[in-house]
């Protein structure tokens, strides 16, 4: 497997970094070609945390009122953050500020009581994570 798999941000900053290092004397337009790819890992760490993002409102949310929630929308919500977790995003993930996000206006943790790891598991149990979330 190449870094391309394995870890999508590192390989975009990388490639980046290669055309910098190209010689000005090309007619490839390299600063914003760099802008570009870089840009692409940026999008999809900011895709998985908004993803992560909806789940642990979702969690909140359930443990808040669990009428106002159903699991069903918290697990479409979580199979989401595992598409996106894809190709080693989930490593460049803010947990602590991804939770202090979905956490506004209300009073919880400090921390995030769930992993990265967790939440991007395909067999993250939704339902006793939600059970649990009585926070």
Known sequence: MSLYD???????RQQADLLRSMPDSTDIDIEHLTDEIEGLGRSAVAELSN??????????????????????EILSAQSDVVIRSDAGVWRHVDLDMVWRLAKRHVDLPEACPWSIEELTAEDFKVEEAAAASRL
């Open 6 to 12: 394995t870890d999508f941000v590192l390989w975009t």
């Open 51 to 72: 993803a992560i993002i909806r789940v642990l409102r979702g969690l909140v949310r359930r443990s808040i009122d669990p009428g106002s929630i159903t699991i069903e």
